[in-house]
């Protein structure tokens, strides 16, 4: 039990292998403690431990144990009637014949190991969980803690939730964000020849944040990826085409304020503002076309297999006549600079 925890604790792998500074200095630390550690074991404490208690609240105050007793009935039934089908099928009978006690903890109950990262000098702390318990990790505990499950002798369920903060990130966020910024775009009833209701300069930014949002936080994101979960579900294809429409409608009314720009009666003031506001959302837009471009090119990107291999998408070659502006910006993007060139010749004055 002790060297499970050494290892769930201190040894433990990412799912996916990064390769970095950061990573290889974490790998190199790691290496470091493990050399140090040798054969020893890592200190650690139960609650029959006389400094557990001061130890929990000094280093440890943001594991939160909430005990059976505290959880709602129902909630204990629906996990139970979850479950009991599985118990059948996926638990082997129970070796019982080994009841030795590992250093006051009973090897039959089960416990929560924690400890702080990187830290083997500071002793870890064994929380006992019984049936029906939660622990909470609270705030960042997780970020600066290292954990796991030591598992008693009794067969036993557990399952692990995470609690999000999803005001960004869903679906529905992504499409409230779209009808946002398509309430800036009209047509005409008659021809159908669309404009921009409003060129105020919150209109503009608003529009070009949202229109780089989804081309790169999900458009590009999914596709990227997207032949390898089309293997698994097909659910996210008709989401990212109704998102992949509104980015369509966003390059146009792009097109739209660009034309603006350029036919526009405006004073040279009103329109350097407008520019300002704008240049960066493209600027932005074109690195990371670029940088998007780069990664589905790589090396590593082309050595998997032809069925799992990212797509650059959206991606069309200049002069495509479907599509409002070219893919490459930097020449729209050279056009705008030089309009905000003064007399004198200083940029963006």
């Excluded at 638990?91 to 702080?116: C, F, M, Q, Y």
């Excluded at 692990?160 to 679906?171: D, I, K, M, N, Y």
């Excluded at 966003?250 to 704008?278: F, P």
């Amino acid at each position: 039990m002790v060297s499970a925890f050494i290892l769930s604790a201190i040894g433990q792998e990412p799912r996916m292998k990064r390769f970095g500074k950061y990573d290889r200095a974490k790998e190199s630390k790691k290496q470091k403690l493990l050399k140090e550690i040798e054969d020893r074991k890592l200190p650690y404490l139960t609650p029959k431990d006389v400094q557990f208690e001061q130890l929990s609240k000094a280093k440890y105050p943001k594991l939160y144990i909430r005990r059976a007793s505290c959880v709602p009935q129902e909630i204990h039934q629906k996990v139970q009637q979850g479950l009991t089908t599985l118990q059948d099928y996926l638990v082997p009978a129970a070796d019982e014949s080994n009841t030795t006690s590992i250093k006051g903890r009973d090897p039959a109950v089960w416990h929560v190991g924690l400890k702080i990262a990187w830290d083997i000098a500071t002793p870890g702390l064994a929380f006992p969980l019984d049936p029906g318990d939660c622990y909470f990790m609270l705030d960042d505990l997780n970020m600066t803690h290292q954990h796991c499950v030591l598992s008693g002798m009794q067969p036993r369920f557990s399952s692990t939730h995470r609690v999000a903060e999803c005001s960004s990130g869903t679906l529905d966020y992504i499409f409230q964000r779209c009808d946002v910024t398509m309430k800036n775009l009209q047509k005409d009833p008659m021809l159908g020849i669309p404009s921009l209701i409003s060129l105020e300069l919150d209109s503009v930014k608003q529009t070009e944040e949202i229109h780089n949002e989804v081309e790169f936080e999900w458009l590009r994101q999914f596709w990227f990826q997207g032949k390898r979960s089309a293997k698994v579900s097909d659910w996210w294809f008709e989401p990212m085409a109704l998102l992949e429409k509104s980015w369509r409608e966003m390059e146009q009314m792009t097109k739209l304020l660009l034309c603006e720009i350029n036919e526009a009666e405006w004073s040279s003031e009103r329109k350097h503002q407008v520019i300002r506001c704008l240049l960066p959302y493209l600027e932005e837009r074109q690195e990371l076309r670029k940088s998007w471009m780069a990664r589905c090119q790589s090396r590593l990107a082309r050595s998997l297999p032809v069925d799992e291999q990212p797509e650059c998408r959206p991606h069309w070659y200049n002069g495509d006549s479907h599509m409002p502006l070219p893919f490459d910006l930097e020449e729209i993007i050279s056009l705008l600079s030089s309009q905000l060139l003064s007399e004198d010749g200083d940029v963006r004055s």
